[in-house]
Structure formats: C-alpha cells, structure tokens
C-alpha cells in the first residue's frame, strides 16, 4: 500500500530565501508524480507534473525532481515571495488513482 | 483556461439525509474522480469513474455512496443517508486519459457539513 510522507510538516522562512520540500514515497512503483498547492479552505491547484521517466520538471521559480529508485521528490521554490504561502501536497499516481501526502505548510514571511 | 467547476461550494445538511454534490468536468476529459479531505486530514481517494462505470473505488466508498455521469456535462456523488463522519471538503477531478498518465486538474471542492 502507497504511503506518501511530507517532510517538514510546516516551515516558515523570510521573504526571498529559496527552499526545498521534501516528499518520500514507499513504493516506487509510481506512474507519476505530481505537486499541488492548496490555499486555506480551497481547492487543489495543480503546479507541476514529472512522469515516471522524468528526473525533473520545472515551471518559473518552482523545479520539481524524482527519483523513483530511492522513493523521493523535492520541490525548489526559487525567491519565495508572501504570495507562495499555502500548503504543498505531494501526490503519486498508479492505476486509476493519486495517493496524497499530508502537505508541507509553508508560510513566507514579509 | 478549462477548469472542474463544483456546485455547491457548501452544503450543510441533517444527519440521515441524502446529498447530492455536483461537478462539470473538463470537456473533452474521459476520467473522472472524488476525493475527500476531512478537517486537517489527507487528501483521499473514494472513486474513479471512466466510460459509465465504476473503475475503481476506495474502502471509504460504501453502499452509501453512488456516482453517476446523468449527461454529457455532469459527473456527480450521492450519499443516501450522511453521518457526522461524512463531514469534509468534497473534490472532484477530471483527466484526459487517467491519472496514471496525465495530470489531474480539481476543482475548488464543496464543504460538505453534516449536523
């Protein structure tokens, strides 16, 4: 059974400091993978999609990697800004569904 | 840009009766999914749904839940008689050919709170 592990669970870093999130995964046997972000009470936005034989992906200041043998991805958020406050959830997809982390909360401070 | 529109963005109902939450998938998508995240919890898998039938479902999605595409609009999660525990944030999303394929995109999710 898929286990998807987020590490740190919250992180509060100043404005502009680039960072790194960090999602473990038990079975490696992944089709995809896939980051989102959710605001407070909303909905899950998608910002990243790195499929099985991709090591990274990349969309403005967010880089996504994986690496499937050891189980892991991180997401490298460049020049944080206030605006990229939210949690960040980790997901894996396979068959026919996507199997979530618990999220990293990540507050950016002004 | 398309998106996975939910309707209502939030229900309150009483224990034991039927709710019926509402999604208008992404067009031309094929695949079609509910998840649910209680308060402070993981997001979860309930149920996936491709070509008018069930594909795959969760433990959580018991004979109290049911889904349904009725047109060529509409995919939408019935729960026939809610409990305290149903209570949680409701997403539905849509994907081309599957998630294991191609990116899922969610909709904004209907609050579901049963009192």
Redesign the interface.
């Known amino acids: 059974k898929q286990e998807v592990t987020q590490i740190p669970a919250a992180l509060s870093v100043p404005e502009g400091e680039n960072l790194v999130l960090n999602c473990s995964f038990t079975d490696s046997a992944i ?2 993978l ?1 980051w ?1 972000r959710q605001d407070p ?6 910002l990243l ?1 790195i499929q099985s034989s991709q090591r990274e992906q990349t969309s403005g200041r967010l880089n996504a990697s994986l690496d499937k043998s050891s189980g892991r991805s991180t997401l490298y958020i460049a020049a944080s800004q206030p605006g990229d406050s939210a949690t960040y ?1 980790c ?1 894996c ?11 990293t909360r990540l507050h950016i401070l002004p | 840009e398309p998106e996975v529109t939910q309707t209502p963005s939030h229900q309150v109902t009483q224990m034991g009766q039927e709710v019926i939450l509402r999604c208008v998938p992404i067009s031309n998508h094929l695949y079609f999914y509910w998840y649910r995240q209680i308060l402070g919890q993981k997001v979860e898998f309930l149920v996936s749904f491709y070509n008018n039938e069930i594909s795959e479902k969760s433990e959580i999605f018991d004979d109290q839940f049911s889904v349904e595409r009725p047109d060529g609009s509409n995919f939408t999660l019935k729960i026939r008689s809610t409990k305290l525990e149903d209570s949680a944030m409701y997403f539905c999303a849509s994907s081309g050919q599957g998630v294991g394929s191609t990116e899922a995109f969610f909709g904004q999710g209907t609050r579901l709170t049963v009192v």
């Open positions: 089709y995809n896939q989102f009470g909303k909905g899950l936005t998608s999609l959830l997901a997809g396979r068959d026919d569904k996507i199997i979530f982390g618990k999220g």
